[in-house]
């Protein structure tokens, strides 16, 4: 085998003269592994980030059923949205309190499970819940509102005009912007961008009571309220109620009379409870309204 001195010395262009045979009696170098491991940290850090922006937990998850022509397959919800396609339906499986159906078209991801709190999210769709649990254990957020399950069944839609909640068993609290309702069986609420949820009304309400009670939400205008107190049925004692904390003290008076015609307020009620629906007596007086059962009209 050839010098590979001599080798090198054919080169055309040659170093200074020694320089091959001083390299060539030098130990060789050892290689640092700092790079490798600033490079490592750095990675690591990079992905500790990635989950924190984009909350990416993917250790929670809820066992879910895809049913898509009449055949199933499992899968999970987890903090990854989930679309629900066409001609497709998705049931989960809130632990042991119940179980949400999403409808096609939807889009629904899992925000976090656990002994003290289910919480999902949808985007967009229509979601059914019956859930069984004790008050607040099962959220649904919605980009204008939550929808706090207080033990119930309901049906949750969210379109680019905000969201609808329809009660079908029990009672739910439709939360956002600074006021939470409280949304009883037969009743339904809205909420739209920016602003907070509406006045919850009876599905079977009449659509003058409907459109005065929105026109009152939308621009307090203090001409809805009173026509709305003089269309109230007993079956809108509910919605009166939720009118008291809002309304101007001068429509109070008509307001109180009338809810106070459909279920007597509690011992000791007074005018400036009505400004606190969190307040003892208001509390008391809406528990009365819970149990309140009115009595069908005469038939002529």
């Not at 399950?149 to 029990?170: I, P």
């Not at 961008?193 to 919850?200: D, F, G, H, S, Y």
Request: aromatic share 4%.
């Amino acid at each position: 085998m050839s010098d590979p001195l001599e080798s090198l010395k054919q080169l055309k262009y040659q170093p200074q003269p020694g320089r091959w045979e001083r390299l060539a009696t030098q130990p060789p170098k050892r290689r640092s592994s700092r790079p490798l491991l600033v490079i490592g940290g750095l990675l690591a850090a990079a992905l500790v980030a990635a989950g924190v922006f984009f909350g990416i937990r993917p250790s929670i998850s809820l066992p879910t059923e895809i049913v898509s022509n009449g055949a199933s397959r499992l899968t999970a919800l987890t903090p990854r949205w989930l679309e629900v396609g066409t001609g497709e339906s998705a049931t989960v499986t809130i632990a042991d309190i119940g179980t949400v159906t999403v409808d096609e078209g939807s889009r629904v991801r899992l925000k976090q499970t656990g002994p003290t709190q289910h919480r999902l999210e949808l985007e967009r769709g229509t979601l059914h819940a019956l859930v069984t649990a004790p008050p607040r254990l099962f959220v649904v957020d919605t980009p204008t509102a939550s929808a706090i399950d207080l033990g119930c069944a309901y049906t949750l839609e969210v379109t680019d005009a905000g969201s609808r909640l329809t009660v079908t068993s029990g009672l739910v609290s439709l939360a956002g912007k600074g006021r939470e309702v409280t949304v009883l069986a037969g009743m339904r609420a809205m909420s739209a961008p920016n602003r907070p949820p509406t006045t919850p009304v009876s599905l079977d309400a009449s659509a003058a009571l409907v459109d005065a009670i929105d026109r009152f939400d939308r621009v307090a205008d203090v001409t809805a309220l009173d026509a709305a107190v003089l269309l109230a049925r007993a079956q809108d004692a509910a919605t009166l109620w939720h009118l008291l904390p809002v309304a101007p003290p001068a429509q109070r008076a008509a307001l109180i009379a009338q809810l106070t015609a459909f279920v007597a307020p509690p011992a000791g009620w007074a005018d400036a409870a009505a400004t606190d629906a969190s307040s003892a007596l208001m509390q008391a007086w809406w528990a009365a309204i819970i149990a309140f059962e009115p009595q069908a009209a005469p038939t002529k």
